[in-house]
């Protein structure tokens, strides 16, 4: 048996009054929604007819998605009505493949249901999918009938039966919001394009070639495993392997790089041209790949620096430390790290963008994201105040750079000078490194300090759980290094806590050299860790993974400790804290996605076996995470 599926709320089509027009042919004013001219309504018993088109596609397998999961489900299907019944379908979701231009008829006779159990199953009220399946689904040419080479998913708003790379797209742009009024047009398109019709039937060339260049796009985008899975002999399109969120990051994808792929189209028409006469296939598509896995995302940080009492001085309670920055994260749509934006100030730290270059920029692939960092300065607050975005660190993988613009004056006091008074002038620190990401060793900061060069290198060493072990020098002298000095270590737990949220059950020691002479009580260095196991289910199979949750470190920084409101004499640490497996927040398949941080004045080693909590009554900072699926990220932005 499926599980009782979850709808989508029907989307509400206008009806447009259609005529027709010469010897019976269709006009180009063709009923929006796909409904057959007769405007007959569709009873439990009679068929569900429709085309799919690209050019029209024979052998495309068709279904109704009645259980809202965007692929083909086989039968006994159960299904919960709004009165809480529940009926099954024998056969499952209705289907077919569809014929000589692009005709299906889908038998569904098993939507009639017993007037005692509640009314019968409307077939226009879900959603119909086509897949075009690789050298099997054939496109209807003027040369003939032509295998497509990849596979791709189309599907259309409930109540349209024409399935095509246009109405995959109005549905999407409905989807996300693009249509929020009961009054807005959901075939409104793209220059004048209607979105829903048979663009064939009516000579549209103009929405032919942009469905064409569309489904070259999808068909670009459609994963690989997925494709050869089709190609095998016995493929007749029924296989499953999208994720229901993967079916809607296809689809968000679509809308997010329509426009750009029509005006390739355009383009190739160029002024006076014929949209009848573009070769679709020799265009040249935009490149986009998307992370179907659909990971969730570090989106942004409030950064809590500024004491509300005592004119800024830090550390200062919690309760009296108010928003100094904010953090704006952005992604492109496979993961990747594209820029960091602060309203306000950030601290940009060369440990951590070395843990981000290592992970090729795929925020995802580190078990932590982005561990905390804040900057003191009394100036990001007064900056926070000011209207736009104050600082930012872009990232150009392919040519190996980071840079970070600032308009501010909070990194004086480290010799990073602002590059203008508004972001977009030269950067003031680049960032750059040599070599395989996975392999990096060396990073190196260039800052531009009153017409000379300063360079800060970063070399990595051994690494643990994701924090790797470095140097720092700058000019060859060397400033600062972490190196472990020994293994992992585990320990007992101890009886009183082992229900704990969190508890250090492992540490590894280390030695921090440089800024001599150092605090007397800066010693027994250690990472903390919970690295205690959990189980969680994933569908219907529960695993088991670990925490290995970094809870704790040391460190020194003497220009953020010698800032004029800051008193920090014993050197600084940061205390990390995450979700309990219970809580709503908790990712079980990234269960190390810290929730808040904390950065106090270093109190030495703890006790492991431990609980580990933070009894600090004071703190120079506190770090606040938001993390979003990468579908709601994506579809934020169109919205």
Request: net charge negative; charged share 20%; proline share 6%.
């Amino acid at each position: 048996m499926v599980a009782a599926m979850k709808r989508f709320i029907p989307l509400s089509l206008s009806v447009l009054i259609f005529t027709l027009s010469g010897c019976g042919e269709e006009s180009d004013q063709l009923p929006v929604d796909g409904r057959d001219f007769d405007g007959v309504g569709y009873s439990a018993q009679a068929p569900y007819t429709g085309k799919v088109i690209d050019g029209y596609l024979q052998n495309a397998r068709v279904w109704l998605d009645i259980d809202g999961d965007s692929q083909y489900t086989p039968g006994p299907l159960t299904i919960t009505l709004k009165n809480g019944n529940t009926v099954t379908l024998p056969s499952g979701e209705p289907t077919a493949m569809s014929g000589a231009g692009g005709k299906f008829s889908l038998d569904i006779s098993e939507l009639k249901v017993d007037p005692g159990v509640g009314p019968s199953l409307k077939p226009e009220d879900f959603s119909l999918y086509a897949l075009a399946i690789p050298g099997k689904t054939l496109e209807e040419t003027r040369y003939g009938d032509v295998p497509v080479s990849s596979g791709y998913l189309m599907s259309a708003s409930p109540g349209v039966r024409n399935i095509t790379p246009l109405t995959t797209l109005a549905r999407y742009r409905a989807q996300t919001l693009l249509f929020p009024g009961p009054g807005a047009d959901p075939t409104a398109g793209f220059g004048g394009v209607n979105l829903l019709k048979d663009y064939i039937l009516a000579r549209d060339d103009q929405a032919h070639a942009y469905a064409g260049a569309l489904a070259r796009f999808m068909a670009s985008q459609f994963p690989e495993a997925y494709n050869n899975a089709l190609k095998q002999p016995g493929s007749d399109g029924t296989e499953r392997y999208l994720s229901v969120q993967a079916a809607f990051l296809l689809g968000v994808s679509v809308v997010h790089n329509a426009a750009d792929v029509f005006a390739v189209v355009d383009d190739a028409v160029g002024p006076g041209g014929s949209y009848a006469n573009v070769n679709i296939d020799e265009l040249i598509l935009p490149q986009v790949p998307l992370e179907l896995s659909d990971p969730v995302l570090l989106t942004s940080q409030r950064i809590f620096a500024k004491s509300r009492r005592n004119g800024n001085h830090l550390p200062a309670s919690r309760g009296d430390l108010v928003v100094s920055a904010e953090l704006a994260f952005d992604y492109s749509e496979d993961g990747r790290l594209l820029s960091v934006s602060a309203d306000g100030c950030l601290a940009p730290s060369m440990h951590e963008l070395a843990r981000l270059i290592k992970a090729d920029g795929y925020m995802a692939k580190l078990g932590t994201q982005w561990l905390p960092s804040a900057v003191l300065s009394p100036q990001s607050a007064i900056n926070l105040e000011n209207d736009g975005i104050d600082e930012r660190l872009t990232f150009n993988w392919g040519d190996k750079r980071i840079e970070f613009e600032t308009s501010t004056t909070c990194h004086e006091h480290e010799g990073i000078q602002a590059g203008s008074t508004e972001l977009g002038g030269p950067p003031a620190v680049v960032y750059s490194w040599s070599g395989g990401n996975s392999v990096l060793t060396e990073l190196v900061a260039t800052i531009q300090e009153s017409g000379a060069v300063r360079k800060l290198t970063l070399e990595l060493a051994k690494a643990t759980k994701d924090f790797p072990g470095y140097r720092y020098s700058e000019n060859g002298t060397e400033l600062e290094a972490l190196i472990f000095s020994e293994n992992l270590t585990s320990c007992t737990i101890a009886d009183e806590a082992l229900e704990a949220d969190l508890v250090v059950s492992a540490s590894q020691s280390y030695t921090f050299s440089g800024y001599e002479p150092q605090p007397i009580n800066f010693v027994d260095l250690a990472l903390e860790f919970d690295t205690r196991e959990f189980s969680y289910f994933d569908g219907a199979d529960e695993k088991t993974d670990n925490r290995n949750r970094l809870l704790r470190y040391g460190f020194l920084d003497p220009s953020m400790a010698s800032l004029p409101d800051v008193t920090a004499e014993r050197g600084f640490e940061w205390r990390m804290f995450y979700p309990k497996p219970s809580a709503t927040s908790f990712v079980a398949s990234q269960p190390n996605l810290i929730s808040e941080a904390y950065l106090n004045t270093y109190a030495g080693a703890g006790n492991c076996g431990n609980e580990f909590d933070d009894r600090a009554t004071s703190h120079f900072a506190r770090v606040v995470y938001q993390y979003q699926h990468l579908s709601e990220y994506l579809t934020g932005l169109l919205q």
